[in-house]
């Protein structure tokens, strides 16, 4: 039995958790376009640049037919990406595999009129550093 859970553990250790593989959601009081305007703010606010707004919202609506769907998933939804010089030679020397989450992002959806703002979670360890600016920023939104 002791066999058992030593092997049990070992196996949970090395499978990723459901939180490292999500996203981290919040409610935003206000509209999508209130939303996407604070976090745009915020971001700047950082000193950082806005490199790209990919506007996810609007290509899943515009091609939902060219792919045999009749299924809105967001009213509106935008992703903003961006990155930090700071912070990515900060994790990258730590671990240079760590470019694969770079730029950063922070989405703005909007379902049924239920606007959220969120960030995908980053693994354990230098990225943490990261996630903690997303937050930051985001938390500064929603201000």
Same mark, same amino acid.
């Given at each position: 039995m002791k066999r058992f859970a030593i092997i049990a553990a070992l196996a949970f250790a090395a499978t990723p958790s459901l939180a490292e593989e999500g996203a981290t959601t919040y409610d935003f009081e206000g509209s999508f376009e209130d939303a996407t305007f604070a976090v +745009?703010?915020?971001?700047? /606010?950082? /000193? %950082? =640049?806005?490199?790209?707004?990919?506007?996810? /919202?609007?290509? %899943?609506?515009?091609?939902? +037919?060219?792919?045999?769907?009749? =299924?809105?998933?967001?009213?509106?939804?935008?992703?903003? %990406?961006?990155?930090?010089?700071? %912070?990515?030679?900060? =994790?990258? +020397?730590?671990?240079?595999?760590?470019?694969?989450?770079?730029?950063? /992002?922070?989405?703005?959806t909007d379902r049924e009129g239920q606007v959220q703002i969120g960030y995908r979670n980053l693994p354990d360890g230098p990225m943490q550093d990261v996630q903690a600016m997303l937050d930051k920023i985001v938390q500064t939104a929603r201000e």
């Open positions: +745009e703010n915020a971001i700047i /606010g950082q /000193g %950082l =640049v806005i490199d790209y707004t990919s506007h996810v /919202g609007d290509m %899943l609506n515009r091609t939902a +037919e060219d792919v045999g769907s009749d =299924v809105k998933i967001f009213d509106s939804a935008d992703i903003f %990406l961006f990155c930090s010089a700071q %912070l990515s030679r900060q =994790v990258m +020397e730590a671990d240079p595999m760590n470019i694969a989450h770079c730029p950063y /992002g922070i989405f703005v």
